[in-house]
């Protein structure tokens, strides 16, 4: 590692030094407390200052130098120049080292070239837990569970790192029953959860339901102290918010020693949710640097209740406050403006759409076709079904069922028979053949 030592200031020049003695010297660093302190180098940085410093592999600290360089190349994805150091490696003949065996696997998953990675781990003589956990998260980032699991079963030595990754990964992939197998077997095995592993657990169970379960995990994170921890707390009042346990979740919202925006929003969306709009008010009224989320969340809120005026009250005021609108708020104003048969306020909020490019998603598009069909104008339904994308079903679905809606059987019947796939929704399926009989 190269060190650069800087000339003291000027003033050693002007102020003189006080004599010192042979026998009182002693030996100081001349990196004293005196030389200001530097920031980091960048990942970029530092990567320029390998490749241009000159790779003297008779340095002891080389090895060293070839890590950090594989962590900055993970840093930017920088898969040419990992590559290349990969070339330094071999030509070295390093590989052997575990320590750049793991940054090389790291570097190839994070890369997302996962095939190398596991060519890396395959020809290692010596592997880790890091190396496995190492492999296992690349698996999981690149969406492979079976193999990220197939691994995961094979691990020598599993440690909290290596439950916890694949907790996680079966979580964020929607596999709430096997991320909760594992969190099982962990506990089986003895070892000791962390907040970031409970975080993961405690989703799981909240798309599952069970409030005993939820205890039982709220008991669990209290004896190992991980209350404090915010994404811990948040997410269990999420949880008990899903499994209509308000007054619990707001117990532990209140008795939380410190609260993101995240928590803010997680306790409003749980009275919103539950149609405690008044509730969920207060609570907005109260929340501190409100984002578009939650002002998103108070108007989803008057939506489900049906108090439209409110919502566009609170549509006004988030414009006010300098936030623009997301597409989740004009989905849910136009359709709230459909359910309320509210024509003009629906019409000026297509015109937002239009304005603002969301009519380029198919769910607008969808949510515009049934807003104008509620509001029994189905001639410009189906202009807006002309003029849109017919690539997805969504569009075809709102169409057919506003048409139904609209009494008009055989119009919906022909729709159907012209749709590109007939996967449509049962409902309307159902909803087609059983007017079509009524009619008749």
Same mark, same amino acid.
């Given at each position: 590692?190269? *060190?650069?030592?800087?000339?003291?200031?000027?003033?050693?020049f #002007?102020i003189?030094s006080?004599?010192v003695?042979?026998?009182?010297l002693?030996?100081?660093?001349?990196?004293?407390?005196?030389?200001?302190?530097?920031?980091?180098?960048?990942?970029e940085? =530092?990567?320029?200052?390998?490749f241009n410093?000159?790779?003297n592999?008779k340095l002891?600290?080389?090895?060293?130098?070839?890590v950090s360089?594989?962590?900055?190349c993970?840093?930017?994805?920088a &898969?040419?120049?990992?590559?290349?150091?990969?070339?330094?490696?071999?030509?070295?003949?390093?590989?052997s080292?575990i320590? &750049?065996?793991?940054?090389?696997? =790291?570097?190839?998953?994070?890369c997302?070239?996962?095939?190398?990675?596991?060519?890396?781990?395959?020809?290692?003589?010596?592997?880790?837990?890091?190396?496995f956990?190492?492999?296992v998260? $690349?698996?999981?980032?690149?969406? @492979?569970?079976?193999? !990220?699991?197939?691994?995961f079963?094979v691990?020598?030595?599993k440690?909290?790192?290596?439950?916890?990754?694949?907790?996680?990964g079966?979580?964020q992939?929607?596999?709430?029953?096997?991320?909760?197998e594992?969190f099982?077997d962990? @506990?089986?095995?003895?070892v000791?959860?962390n907040?970031?592993?409970?975080?993961?657990?405690?989703s799981?169970?909240?798309?599952l339901?069970?409030?005993?379960n939820?205890?039982?995990?709220?008991?669990?994170?209290n004896?190992?102290g991980?209350?404090?921890?915010i994404l811990?707390?948040?997410?269990?009042?999420h949880?008990?918010?899903?499994c209509?346990?308000?007054?619990d979740?707001r117990?532990l919202?209140?008795f939380?020693?410190?609260?993101?925006?995240?928590s803010w929003?997680?306790?409003?969306?749980g009275y919103?949710?539950?149609?405690?709009?008044?509730?969920a008010r207060?609570?907005?009224e109260?929340?501190?640097?409100r984002n578009?989320?939650?002002?998103?969340?108070?108007?989803?809120?008057?939506?489900?209740? $049906?108090?439209?005026s409110? !919502?566009l009250?609170?549509?006004?005021?988030?414009?006010?406050?300098?936030?623009g609108?997301?597409e989740?708020? &004009?989905?849910?104003? &136009?359709?709230a403006?459909?359910?309320s048969m509210?024509f003009?306020?629906g019409?000026?909020f297509?015109s #937002?759409?239009?304005?603002t490019?969301?009519?380029c998603?198919?769910?607008?598009q969808?949510?515009?076709?049934?807003?104008?069909?509620?509001?029994?104008k189905v001639?410009l339904?189906?202009?807006?079904f002309?003029?849109?994308?017919?690539?997805h079903?969504?569009?075809?679905?709102?169409l057919?069922a $506003?048409?139904?809606r609209?009494?008009m059987?055989e119009? !919906?019947?022909?729709?159907?028979?012209e749709?590109?796939e007939?996967?449509?929704f049962?409902?309307?399926?159902?909803? *087609?053949w059983?007017l079509?009989e009524?009619?008749?």
């Open positions: 590692m190269n *060190i650069a030592f800087r000339p003291k200031s000027s003033l050693r #002007i003189p006080p004599p003695s042979r026998q009182n002693k030996w100081v660093s001349s990196a004293t407390t005196k030389t200001p302190p530097q920031l980091p180098l960048r990942p940085d =530092h990567l320029l200052l390998f410093g000159g790779k592999q002891p600290d080389y090895e060293l130098a070839l360089a594989l962590k900055s993970s840093s930017l994805l &898969i040419t120049q990992g590559q290349q150091i990969h070339g330094l490696v071999l030509k070295s003949g390093l590989l080292n320590f &750049i065996q793991n940054s090389l696997i =790291h570097m190839y998953a994070k997302g070239i996962i095939a190398n990675a596991r060519s890396i781990f395959d020809s290692c003589s010596v592997l880790d837990s890091v190396s956990n190492i492999m998260a $690349g698996y999981v980032k690149c969406g @492979r569970l079976d193999d !990220a699991r197939r691994l079963d691990m020598p030595a440690g909290c790192v290596s439950y916890t990754t694949m907790i996680m079966l979580a992939n929607d596999c709430w029953i096997e991320a909760i594992v099982k962990m @506990r089986f095995a003895g000791t959860p907040e970031v592993t409970m975080s993961s657990v405690i799981a169970y909240s798309h339901g069970g409030i005993w939820g205890r039982m995990l709220h008991a669990l994170v004896k190992l991980l209350e404090m921890f811990v707390a948040t997410n269990l009042v949880m008990y918010s899903v209509s346990s308000l007054h979740a117990i919202f209140d939380m020693p410190e609260r993101n925006i995240v929003n997680v306790m409003l969306n919103s949710k539950a149609g405690l709009v008044d509730s207060e609570l907005f109260r929340t501190p640097n578009v989320v939650s002002w998103g969340t108070m108007i989803n809120g008057y939506v489900q209740v $049906g108090r439209l409110e !919502a009250t609170i549509y006004r005021a988030t414009l006010h406050s300098g936030l609108p997301n989740v708020m &004009i989905v849910d104003i &136009i359709s403006c459909g359910q509210a003009g306020e019409q000026q297509h #937002i759409t239009i304005k490019g969301f009519d998603y198919d769910f607008i969808a949510t515009i076709i049934h807003f104008y069909a509620a509001c029994r001639n339904a189906c202009l807006q002309e003029l849109g994308s017919k690539d079903l969504s569009s075809w679905n709102a057919i $506003g048409l139904i609209n009494g059987i119009p !919906a019947r022909q729709l159907f028979n749709m590109p007939r996967d449509v049962f409902m309307e399926l159902n909803d *087609i059983l079509t009524r009619a008749a």
